[in-house]
């Protein structure tokens, strides 16, 4: 049993972003709103990138992975779909979002989970809700919704009330179960 | 429903053929709540489990992009239901910070009072409910008395006991009257002898020890490599915790500490909680001494907040911005833009990341939940226990189904 004390840090981004350079123009784009720094890139070099984050500068822990439905988004001009990783350095105590777009109809992204386990039902979920595929996942099965379920009910096209799934369910009689 | 995840081709032939398969769950008094297990057992050691979770998924991510930004607070409220003031925190922070609201001091102060009775209360509740499966009845009975001091806290402040529903955007619901800073007070009287109670009874019982020391250990490395965060992660050695290193809310102003254990057993996931409780203490009793005046919520010339019932019955300016609000054709401005903003919550980083599309509704609500990530740990730490260290570890783990399936 012990404590720990430390004083906050200010996240700067600088060091981050000048070591990725590696990568030359063209391979990501970067995009800051409030403290969070995002950065878009295409799927082909999305590993890349995040291992690059992961190995050369620190950001050990994926915090948060999911995805978007931008259908209908006003002024939307990208891709349908984003999905974003989430990632902390614990020693800067600084926080970076990587962005990758994708678009229908066969939306597939190469798996993190031989980098990050953490990754594993994360990937699922963001599967389940978006149809979204993780190339080389291990266990690529629905998370939440039933297996028998066959659409992908957090796009934008999936109405709130269902398509009467749940309506429609057959009900079990006292005499049947 | 998931018939075929029994019929998984895992084992080998002849291993197959000297397991059996142990179904645990939806329904079981250890569960608390409603998650399954399909335990792969070789006598009592358990060769493999497998989680099948979505019992109690009600599409809450689905709603946030339907209900405006103060309407989602009650479905927030819902999802770690142990301690919601704590989701209802971490919901409008996510909401500020896209707006670029700032609090006033005394709006502050309160979140972080909720927050921090609400940590006690969750703690109180994970320790308590573990020790009853563990066979320590007494000590359950010593936590539940004062979690049911906190919920009459939340009671007084709000009118709600279970679900407060207590924060707006740029404010709260009512603010603190005397009677709740009573209420607060006994509480924060009361906790020391609950708090030694609970750790003689714990600490000291040799068979309460047994069943939790060297349990389910988890190493530093795949507390990192699983998205571990909050307890889980420091019983482990991360000794991480926003509250100290990303600041939010009030919390540079008060003086308290991050515990952290190495050993990551279930024995270091208790006793980290029990030590954050001590600090939550602290917290709460620095921050009654030091609560500032003045007013709790932005000023309404800000275009935010909903006046209280008084202001907009009384002024033209609160009459506007109440008709402002409320229309369904108007209602408040919100960026075209998107952000990642976490808090500490009890069971570890709850975050949302949340995309605005310059209406009051959300575009996309993603909840980070810190039962559905820390879940995902629980078939690599079972491996090679027996039966009974399953309610165990799940106990450790703290488990919310509400917010694991959202």
């Known amino acids: 049993m012990s404590t720990n004390v430390s004083t906050p840090k200010a996240p700067p981004h600088d060091e981050t972003l000048a070591t990725l350079a590696i990568f030359g123009d063209g391979v990501y784009s970067v995009a800051s709103f409030r403290d969070n720094v995002r950065l878009y890139v295409p799927p082909a070099r999305l590993v890349d990138v ?21 259908l209908g988004y006003p002024g939307r001009t990208r891709s349908r779909f984003e999905v974003h990783y989430v990632l902390l350095n614990y020693d800067k105590a600084e926080r970076i979002v990587v962005k990758v777009g994708l678009d229908d109809p066969d939306p597939t992204l190469p798996s ?32 939440l919704m039933p297996e028998e379920f066959t659409s992908f009910p957090l796009r934008k096209d999936y109405p709130l009330r269902g398509r009467g799934e749940r309506h429609n369910f057959r009900r079990l009689t006292r005499g049947e179960s | 429903m ?12 002849e291993q197959k053929e000297a397991t059996w398969t142990l179904n645990f769950g939806p329904q079981h008094p250890a569960t608390h709540t409603t998650l399954r297990l399909i335990l792969e057992l070789d006598g009592e050691r358990i060769v493999k489990a497998i989680p099948d979770i979505g019992y109690l998924h009600s599409g809450f991510e689905k709603l946030g992009e339907h209900l405006n930004f103060n309407q989602y607070v009650t479905i927030v409220d819902r999802k770690n239901y142990i301690s919601p003031p704590m989701n209802e925190v971490a ?84 603010d603190f009257n005397d009677k709740v800073l009573d209420k607060i007070r006994a509480v924060l009287e009361s906790f020391p002898k609950v708090y030694s109670d609970m750790e003689k009874l714990l600490f000291r019982n040799r068979i309460f020890l047994d069943r939790v020391r060297g349990i389910g250990t988890l190493s530093k490395a795949d507390a990192i490599s ?4 909050g307890p889980i992660a420091r019983a482990s050695g991360v000794a991480y915790d926003l509250r100290k290193d990303e600041p939010y809310l009030a919390y540079p102003e008060f003086d308290f500490e991050v515990p952290y254990a190495t050993e990551g057993d279930c024995w270091a996931r208790f006793i980290v909680r029990m030590e954050e409780m001590r600090q939550s203490h602290r917290i709460l009793t620095q921050a009654l001494a030091k609560l500032p005046g003045g007013p709790v919520n932005i000023p309404i010339a800000e275009k935010y907040p909903l006046p209280d019932k008084l202001t907009s019955y009384n002024s033209m300016e609160g009459l506007i911005q109440h008709f402002e609000l409320i229309m369904p054709n108007r209602g408040m401005e919100s960026p075209r833009d998107e952000l990642y903003a976490a808090i500490e919550s009890p069971n570890g980083e709850l975050g ?3 995309v605005t599309d310059g209406s009051q509704t959300a ?44």
Not at chain 2, 2 to 13: M, R
Not at chain 2, 124 to 143: E, I, K, R, S, V
Request: net charge negative; aromatic share 12%.
């Open chain 2, 91 to 174: 919901w409008h922070h996510a909401v500020e910070k896209a707006l670029g609201v700032e609090l006033t001091p005394r709006c502050q102060y309160i979140r972080v009072i909720i927050g921090e009775l609400a940590r006690i209360s969750d703690h109180l509740l994970c320790t308590g409910a573990a020790a009853l499966d563990l066979g320590a009845f007494t000590a359950f009975l010593f936590a539940f008395n004062l979690r049911e001091q906190i919920y009459d806290v939340y009671e007084e402040m709000s009118g709600y006991r279970f679900h407060p529903g207590y924060t707006r955007v740029g404010g709260v619901l009512y």
């Open chain 1, 112 to 143: 993190v989970v031989s980098h990050w386990m953490g990754a594993d039902w994360m990937e699922r979920e963001v599967f389940d809700m978006y149809g979204i595929r993780f190339a080389g996942h291990p266990d690529l099965r629905r998370i």
């Open chain 2, 363 to 406: 575009w996309r609500v993603r909840t980070r939940p810190p039962s559905f990530i820390h879940f995902q740990i629980f078939p690599h730490i079972i491996k090679d226990h027996m039966v009974a260290d399953v309610v165990a570890i799940l106990g450790s783990l703290s488990i919310i189904a509400a917010e694991l399936d959202r």
């Open chain 2, 2 to 13: 998931s018939a075929n995840v029994l019929d998984e081709p895992e084992l080998e032939t």
């Open chain 2, 226 to 229: 699983l998205s571990a965060t």
């Open chain 1, 50 to 70: 995040l291992l690059a984050l992961k190995d050369r500068c620190g950001f050990a822990l994926l915090s948060e992975l999911g995805a978007t439905d931008y």
């Open chain 2, 352 to 354: 949302y990341y949340l």
